[in-house]
């Protein structure tokens, strides 16, 4: 593989960068609302109750807004913009506004906007909620995802084993091993299977595209699905093996084309596509269960 005289930083497929440009949905939905430069001077006050909030972890400060029988929190960021812009993502919502206009300016545009705001409000948490999966119930014939299709759980086994034709993972615990015993013992068979398909998954694409590889192992990050580093060391997240080998063939795909793109431009997603055409249609079911809602948490 060839090096950069220059160190890279390392590149991640997380949930972050689901919700950016570079996918079709569940992108922040923006609407730009133009302010006018001629408010200089102190506006009329707000018929809306607007007292200042705490911060925000990423130190803007969220805002509350009474109107009527609703209550509207906010995020207000300023910046040089010409505009009011709106953002309504997983978070919620978020305005950028030009550093000269006033909080009254800025709630008679959400005003103005409000039934706009609490729909595409009520569209994020409706899209979290279908997306979120149950928990499962770690106990004989407790079932879960292994490649992209149902598997149970069997107690009392004298070895563990798992069955392709009946899809059962045989277990050598008793019948009254608590949860966590049972939840600790598939979560290792799974982390070994993940281990064996997707280092076998790794040789199949990297000979594909020509490259090599420097490290690879696995990863239990609560937001990240995989990253490779610019020295080649890649990360993969075990729970990937919940998903169809589609699923995990893209992943794979996508962390070894940052060997060749350390970035997201164009050329990247061209050469993911050179050796997984298919990437779009897998990318868009990932993009519906970041790692913190899939089993085996």
């Given at each position: 593989?060839q090096?950069?005289?220059?160190?890279?930083?390392?590149?991640?497929?997380?949930?972050?960068?689901?919700?950016?440009?570079?996918?079709?949905?569940?992108?922040?939905?923006?609407?730009?609302?133009?302010?006018?430069?001629?408010?200089?001077?102190?506006?009329?006050?707000?018929?809306?109750?607007?007292?200042?909030?705490?911060?925000?972890?990423?130190?803007?400060?969220?805002?509350?807004?009474?109107?009527?029988?609703?209550?509207?929190?906010?995020?207000?960021?300023?910046?040089?913009?010409?505009?009011?812009?709106?953002?309504?993502?997983?978070?919620?919502?978020?305005?950028?506004?030009?550093?000269?206009?006033?909080?009254?300016?800025?709630?008679?545009?959400?005003?103005?906007?409000?039934?706009?705001?609490?729909?595409?409000?009520?569209?994020?948490?409706?899209?979290?909620?279908?997306?979120?999966?149950?928990?499962?119930?770690?106990?004989?014939?407790?079932?879960?995802?292994?490649?992209?299709k149902?598997?149970?759980?069997?107690?009392?086994?004298?070895?563990?084993?798992?069955?392709?034709?009946?899809?059962?993972?045989?277990?050598p615990?008793?019948?009254?091993?608590?949860?966590?015993?049972?939840?600790?013992?598939?979560?290792?068979?799974?982390?070994?299977?993940?281990?064996?398909?997707?280092?076998?998954?790794?040789?199949?694409?990297?000979?594909?595209?020509?490259?090599?590889?420097?490290?690879y192992?696995?990863?239990?990050?609560?937001?990240?699905?995989?990253?490779?580093?610019?020295?080649?060391?890649?990360?993969?997240?075990?729970?990937?093996?919940?998903?169809?080998?589609s699923?995990?063939?893209?992943?794979?795909?996508?962390?070894?084309?940052?060997?060749?793109?350390?970035?997201?431009?164009?050329?990247?997603?061209?050469?993911?596509?050179?050796?997984?055409?298919?990437?779009?249609?897998?990318?868009?079911?990932l993009?519906?269960?970041?790692?913190?809602?899939?089993?085996?948490?």
């Open positions: 593989m090096k950069s005289p220059t160190p890279r930083p390392l590149a991640a497929l997380d949930n972050g960068q689901l919700d950016l440009p570079l996918f079709a949905e569940p992108a922040p939905v923006v609407a730009p609302f133009p302010a006018s430069p001629f408010h200089t001077a102190p506006s009329t006050p707000s018929p809306f109750k607007s007292p200042k909030g705490p911060l925000a972890p990423d130190g803007t400060r969220v805002r509350t807004l009474e109107m009527g029988a609703r209550t509207l929190h906010y995020r207000l960021k300023r910046s040089s913009r010409k505009s009011i812009g709106f953002a309504i993502d997983g978070s919620g919502l978020t305005i950028t506004a030009p550093r000269w206009v006033t909080i009254a300016d800025i709630e008679t545009a959400i005003a103005e906007k409000q039934r706009w705001i609490f729909a595409k409000l009520i569209e994020w948490q409706t899209r979290v909620e279908q997306r979120a999966l149950p928990r499962v119930e770690w106990g004989d014939g407790a079932e879960l995802p292994y490649l992209g149902p598997m149970s759980v069997r107690l009392g086994a004298s070895l563990l084993a798992f069955d392709e034709d009946t899809r059962v993972l045989a277990l615990l008793p019948l009254h091993a608590d949860a966590q015993q049972i939840k600790d013992r598939v979560t290792g068979w799974l982390q070994g299977e993940a281990t064996r398909i997707f280092g076998a998954r790794l040789g199949v694409y990297a000979a594909r595209l020509g490259v090599t590889f420097r490290s192992a696995l990863s239990s990050a609560m937001t990240r699905w995989g990253s490779c580093s610019s020295e080649g060391r890649i990360r993969l997240n075990w729970r990937l093996i919940h998903f169809p080998l699923v995990v063939d893209y992943v794979v795909a996508h962390e070894l084309a940052h060997l060749r793109e350390m970035n997201h431009s164009p050329r990247f997603w061209q050469t993911v596509e050179s050796i997984f055409p298919e990437f779009r249609e897998a990318r868009k079911q993009k519906q269960h970041p790692p913190e809602m899939v089993p085996g948490m």
